[in-house]
């Protein structure tokens, strides 16, 4: 499972002048289980981000969103990848880029095709490819406050 993914990144010169600073093929790809692979494209520690930062925030070893920060990432899931119930302390904006997949939370589960865009907000979940093709896409998690429910903090899981 080694997807491609094209990374443009700008940046300026010491001129000021705006400038393309990365442009690559991806190759920081992690697996966090069995047919799931994932691409972090830039992440920041805080917001807002410093948009002066030297260092190749791509290649930041991000499995959870900083406190304070963001992950833009792209991951692929494999026809029957692993089940992995999880929570993570994030506003999560996703679009479907090809491929479908079943979202399932506690007590339903929705199925999400290439076009369509979800806003996940702080909710226990999993990701289902019930088809014979891959499906591809795009993350941006955004760390949020604790969410607080029945008088309990719901905290990160899986």
């Known amino acids: 499972m080694a997807f491609k993914i094209r990374r443009v990144v700008t940046g300026h010169d010491e001129s000021g002048k705006a400038v393309v600073a990365i442009d690559e093929i ?9 047919g799931h692979g994932s691409y972090v494209i830039w992440s920041n520690d805080k917001t807002p981000a410093d948009n002066e930062e030297r260092d190749d925030a791509g290649r930041r070893d991000v499995a959870d969103c900083a406190e304070q920060g963001a992950i833009f990432r792209v991951i692929e899931y494999a026809p029957g990848v692993a089940p992995r119930m999880h929570r993570t302390l994030t506003i999560d904006y996703a679009v479907v880029l090809s491929g479908e997949i079943v979202m399932r939370l506690d007590d ?8 369509d865009c979800l806003v996940q907000r702080g909710t226990i979940h999993d990701w289902i490819n019930k088809t014979n093709e891959p499906c591809v896409m795009a993350f941006v998690l955004i760390a949020s406050k604790p969410l607080t429910k029945a008088g309990a903090q719901m905290p990160a899981a899986g």
Do not use: K, Q
């Open 26 to 34: 991806t190759t920081n790809l992690v697996s966090r289980r069995p």
């Open 108 to 115: 339903s589960e929705v199925t999400l095709r290439a076009g």
